[in-house]
C-alpha cells in the first residue's frame, strides 16, 4: 500500500511539471507575440503621425509667399515626449538642396525615427520660440522642435524668396505655453 502511495505522488509531481512547462512556454510565445503586436502598432502610428509634420512644408511651400499654415499636434504621443527635427543640406541651387523632417519617439520596446523628404526651402526659425531649438553640423542646418514645451501648435509662413537665395525661405514657430 506504501508503494502505491509513493507511485501516486511521483505521478502528480510528474503531471504537475508538465502543467507548468506547458504554462510557462504559452506564457513566452504569448509575450513574443504581444510584443511583436504593440511595436507593429506603434510603428504605424508613429509614421503615420509622421506624415503630419512632412505635409504641412509643402503645403506651405506651395501655398505661396504670404501664406501662412497652422497644424496642431499633441504634446506628447502615447503619453510620451517626441521631437521633430526639421534639418536641410546644400545650400545653393547649383548643388542642389535637400530637406528632411524626421520623428523621434520613445516607443514600447524601442526608438522609432522616421524621416521624410519635404520641398527644398530655406527653413527659418520665425521669431522667437523656446520650443525651437537650432542645430548645425558641416554638411547642413535646421532645428528641434520639442512639442512638450508649446500649446500644440505650429505656424509655418511662406514669406518668399530672400535676397541671394535661391529657394523661398519658411519661417516656422509655435506658441509657447502659458
Known amino acids: 500500500m506504501e508503494s ?28 513574443v507575440t504581444e510584443r511583436g503586436e504593440v511595436s507593429f502598432r506603434e510603428s504605424q502610428m508613429v509614421n503615420a503621425f509622421g506624415y503630419k509634420f512632412a ?13 501662412t499654415y ?17 534639418a536641410c543640406v546644400g545650400n545653393t541651387f547649383d548643388e542642389g538642396r535637400s530637406c528632411y523632417v524626421q520623428i523621434g519617439w520613445n516607443g514600447t520596446y524601442q526608438v522609432f525615427n522616421y524621416p521624410y523628404i519635404i520641398a527644398p526651402a530655406v527653413y527659418e526659425e520665425g521669431g522667437f520660440s523656446s520650443c525651437i531649438d537650432p542645430v548645425s553640423s558641416s554638411t547642413g542646418s535646421g532645428f528641434i522642435l520639442y512639442p512638450e514645451k508649446s500649446n ?27
Open 4 to 31: 502505491r502511495k509513493g507511485q501516486v505522488a511521483v505521478e502528480f509531481l510528474m503531471y504537475a511539471g508538465l502543467f507548468l512547462i506547458i504554462a510557462m512556454a504559452a506564457y513566452v510565445l504569448t509575450s
Open 152 to 178: 500644440g501648435h505650429i505656424y509655418l509662413h511662406n514669406v518668399g524668396i530672400e535676397g541671394s537665395n535661391s529657394y523661398p525661405t519658411i519661417e516656422i514657430s509655435c506658441e509657447v505655453n502659458p
Open 70 to 86: 497652422d497644424i496642431s499636434f499633441p504634446k506628447k504621443l502615447e503619453n510620451r515626449a517626441y521631437n521633430i527635427t526639421y
Open 55 to 67: 505635409s504641412a512644408p509643402t503645403i506651405a511651400y506651395k501655398g505661396g509667399e504670404g501664406f
